[in-house]
């Protein structure tokens, strides 16, 4: 399995919306609903910020939203803040109870 | 509240076995509900899925590591292992373990082996 493709940098001013889109293929990400995004400050363990492909967990901002279109998803982040700059990274279920990871995007705020 | 611990040996010899462990606080291992999972990201580098495994026992391995990896499972200590064989540095990365509920919703703070002679 290959990893999901995502643009390695994105940037946007304060105030601005940012999206992040991940590519896959109709055997992971177009083909089911457990997409789920992470953000990952340097030195720091990764956090699950959006699951299956639209939910936010509990304490994530309401200014963090994702979608899903055939075998990309995506990921707005909405009036970027300066905290909001980091990397992130999809993720799907990819049938046989394995998973793949995006390729990762470096979120900028300027 | 839920935590996880990784332990490893910080260095390992290129050919040897890497062995990290992860313990578990705050939730039991054994609930029917999760996987637990190990991820790892070289330096600088993305996150790389490694594999998951249930509390049976039972596990799931990345394609490309499945030949090297092996998970196991203690229920009485609420931890988990990963073993890879024929390290060479490019298994060099900080190791993750997590939850998983169709995604990974917790993670442990990663332990970074190295692999160099």
């Known amino acids: 399995q290959s990893a999901l493709t995502q643009p390695p940098s994105a940037s946007g001013s304060p105030g601005q919306s940012v999206t992040i889109s991940c590519t896959g293929t109709s055997s992971d990400v177009g083909a089911n609903n457990y997409v789920s995004w992470y953000q990952q400050h340097p030195g720091k363990a990764p956090k699950v910020m959006i699951y299956e492909v639209t939910k936010r967990p509990s304490g994530v901002p309401d200014r963090f939203s994702g979608s899903k279109s055939g075998n990309t998803a995506s990921l707005t982040v909405s009036g970027l803040q300066a905290e909001d700059e980091a990397d992130y990274y999809c993720s799907s279920y990819a049938a046989n109870k394995n998973y793949v990871f995006g390729t990762g995007t470096t979120v900028t705020v300027l | 509240q839920l935590q996880l611990q990784e332990s490893g040996p910080g260095l390992v010899k290129p050919s040897e076995t890497l062995s990290v462990t992860c313990t578990v606080s705050g939730a039991s291992i054994t609930s029917s509900t999760y996987l637990w999972g190990w991820i790892r990201q070289p330096p600088g580098k993305g996150l790389e899925w490694i594999g998951n495994?249930?509390?049976?026992?039972?596990?799931y391995y990345n394609p490309s590591l499945k030949s090297r990896v092996t998970m196991s499972i203690d229920t009485s200590k609420n931890q988990f292992s990963l073993k890879l064989t024929s390290v060479t540095a490019a298994d060099t990365a900080l190791y993750f373990c997590?939850?998983?509920?169709?995604?990974?919703?917790?993670w442990g703070q990663g332990t970074l082996v190295t692999v160099s002679s």
């Open positions: 495994i249930y509390y049976s026992g039972t596990a």
């Open positions: 997590a939850r998983l509920n169709w995604s990974h919703d917790s």
